[in-house]
């Protein structure tokens, strides 16, 4: 056999393995166990009801008891949902999330790691104490939910876990610097887990979402001038331009659990800049430099305000036009806000 011939026959073969282990890695999901965090609401309460239309039996798990109990209601329609209140940083409270679980369905057999916080500003105006929080709920939260999950995936050697991280854990944006160090950590675990696990029939899909459509501005928290960073924040979030459709997205997190994909990057926007980020850093970083320039800024002397919720805002009308997206999407995923009054 010639040279050429012997090396077609090796690509064609390495091809063929490679569809053969993607057809072994694929499953169906009717009468499997998962877990979502941060189900209560957005992203979480989509992927949810998604699993759950496939025939998946789901338990949401979040802190909020009100709004998990709107969201369990919301979900029943779909399938067997089982609403769990818990603190993902708090390792009994994992633990106890499991246990039930198990108790009522036997052991997981799917994780999806949605929940997180988001705190927008300038890096001036946020304390050690910030990046603190943000780590312990986005990073520490993924970790305890991991740990609680993997030993019974080995014992039965099946399991699925999902990371939802961000195009913010690839590339640093400004003004969401806590989150970014968060997802960058997240996309680290989530990569070398992956690696790791593979030999124990262990999945682990590391998702990279950009901007989508979920409604999150009205629950993340703004810190220095709050009204002008939730009106670019929530504006970019509702541009079709610049955001994903919510639903879409949560239709392809699950189709990338069910294929065992490594890696899924949501939205063309997303994608883009992974690419470019990856061939010319530097460039990027100069762009950002640039965006960051028409950003709010923090006077020097001037009072910090915030932290405050993006639902407790008031927005000239311009500002709330061209947010209409967004705050459909808030009603629609149950992004609602409770004024304290």
Same mark, same amino acid.
């Given at each position: 056999?010639?040279?050429? &011939?012997? #090396?077609?026959?090796? +690509?064609?073969?390495? &091809?063929?393995? $490679?569809?053969?282990?993607?057809?072994?890695?694929?499953?169906?999901?009717?009468?499997?166990?998962?877990?979502? !965090?941060?189900?209560?609401?957005?992203?979480?309460?989509?992927?949810?009801?998604?699993?759950?239309?496939?025939?998946?039996?789901?338990?949401?798990?979040?802190?909020?008891?009100?709004?998990l109990?709107?969201?369990?209601?919301?979900?029943?329609?779909?399938?067997?949902?089982?609403?769990?209140?818990?603190?993902?940083?708090?390792?009994?409270?994992?633990?106890?999330?499991?246990?039930?679980?198990?108790?009522? @369905?036997g %052991?997981?057999?799917?994780?999806?790691?949605?929940?997180?916080?988001?705190?927008v500003?300038? /890096?001036?105006?946020?304390?050690?104490?910030?990046?603190?929080?943000?780590?312990?709920?986005?990073? @520490?939260?993924?970790?305890? #939910?991991?740990?609680?999950?993997?030993p019974s #995936?080995?014992?039965?050697?099946?399991?699925?876990? *999902?990371?939802?991280?961000?195009?913010?854990?690839?590339?640093?944006?400004?003004?969401?610097?806590? $989150?970014?160090?968060?997802?960058?950590?997240?996309?680290?675990?989530?990569?070398?887990?992956? *690696?790791?696990?593979?030999?124990? @029939?262990?999945?682990?899909?590391?998702?990279?979402?950009?901007?989508?459509r979920?409604?999150?501005?009205?629950?993340?928290?703004?810190?220095?001038?709050?009204?002008?960073? $939730?009106?670019?924040? /929530?504006? *970019? /979030? /509702?541009?079709?331009?610049?955001?994903?459709?919510?639903?879409?997205?949560?239709?392809?997190?699950?189709?990338?659990i069910?294929? &065992?994909?490594?890696?899924? !990057?949501?939205s @063309?926007?997303?994608?883009?800049?992974?690419?470019?980020?990856?061939?010319?850093?530097?460039?990027?970083?100069?762009?950002?430099?640039?965006?960051?320039?028409?950003?709010?800024?923090?006077?020097?002397? *001037?009072?910090?305000?915030? %932290?405050?919720?993006?639902?407790? +805002?008031?927005?000239?009308?311009?500002?709330?036009?061209?947010t209409?997206?967004?705050?459909?999407?808030?009603?629609?995923?149950?992004?609602?806000? !409770?004024?304290?009054?």
């Amino acid at each position: 056999m010639s040279r050429r &011939g012997a #090396m077609l026959l090796g +690509l064609l073969g390495a &091809g063929a393995g $490679y569809a053969i282990s993607r057809r072994r890695r694929a499953i169906d999901l009717e009468g499997r166990v998962a877990v979502v !965090t941060g189900g209560s609401r957005g992203l979480g309460m989509l992927v949810a009801r998604e699993m759950l239309q496939r025939g998946c039996r789901v338990a949401i798990c979040a802190r909020e008891g009100e709004e998990l109990t709107r969201a369990a209601a919301i979900l029943a329609e779909d399938g067997d949902v089982f609403a769990v209140g818990a603190d993902i940083t708090l390792p009994d409270d994992v633990a106890s999330l499991f246990r039930r679980v198990d108790e009522l @369905w036997g %052991p997981v057999d799917i994780l999806v790691n949605n929940a997180g916080i988001i705190e927008v500003g300038p /890096s001036s105006t946020m304390s050690v104490d910030d990046f603190r929080r943000v780590m312990e709920v986005n990073f @520490w939260g993924m970790v305890n #939910m991991i740990q609680e999950a993997v030993p019974s #995936m080995r014992k039965q050697g099946f399991g699925r876990i *999902a990371n939802i991280t961000s195009i913010g854990g690839r590339m640093s944006v400004p003004h969401l610097l806590p $989150y970014g160090c968060a997802k960058f950590a997240a996309v680290g675990l989530s990569e070398g887990l992956h *690696a790791e696990l593979a030999r124990d @029939w262990i999945v682990v899909t590391t998702v990279v979402p950009g901007l989508m459509r979920t409604g999150s501005p009205v629950h993340a928290e703004f810190r220095g001038r709050p009204e002008e960073e $939730y009106a670019w924040f /929530s504006v *970019a /979030s /509702s541009s079709p331009l610049m955001s994903m459709d919510a639903r879409r997205a949560a239709r392809r997190i699950v189709r990338a659990i069910e294929r &065992g994909e490594a890696v899924t !990057t949501l939205s @063309w926007q997303a994608k883009l800049a992974t690419r470019v980020h990856g061939v010319a850093p530097g460039t990027v970083s100069r762009m950002l430099g640039a965006v960051n320039r028409f950003l709010p800024v923090q006077e020097d002397g *001037a009072p910090a305000r915030g %932290p405050i919720r993006g639902g407790t +805002l008031e927005v000239p009308t311009s500002v709330a036009r061209l947010t209409r997206r967004m705050r459909r999407a808030a009603m629609r995923n149950n992004e609602v806000v !409770t004024v304290e009054g």
